[in-house]
């Protein structure tokens, strides 16, 4: 699952203060120039948050 999200940085911040899991840590993508980071829900689904940078 995908979602565009503001301020993706700021949102990873408070993820992690709160427990939640990051999977993959926040990243600017060489193309497109997308900053994304992969988190798990309480259900387990992957979520994708992600800005255009």
Same mark, same amino acid.
């Given at each position: 699952?995908?979602? @565009? $999200?503001? *301020?993706?940085? *700021?949102?990873?911040? /408070? !993820? =992690?203060?709160?427990?939640?899991?990051? /999977?993959? %840590? /926040? *990243? *600017?993508? %060489? $193309? !497109? @120039? =997308? =900053?994304?980071? $992969? /988190?798990?829900?309480?259900?387990? &689904?992957?979520? &994708?948050?992600?800005?255009?940078?």
């Amino acid at each position: 699952m995908s979602h @565009r $999200w503001g *301020t993706v940085g *700021t949102s990873v911040q /408070l !993820g =992690r203060r709160r427990g939640v899991e990051i /999977l993959k %840590p /926040l *990243t *600017t993508q %060489p $193309w !497109g @120039r =997308r =900053r994304s980071v $992969w /988190l798990c829900d309480p259900d387990g &689904n992957i979520v &994708n948050l992600y800005q255009e940078a």
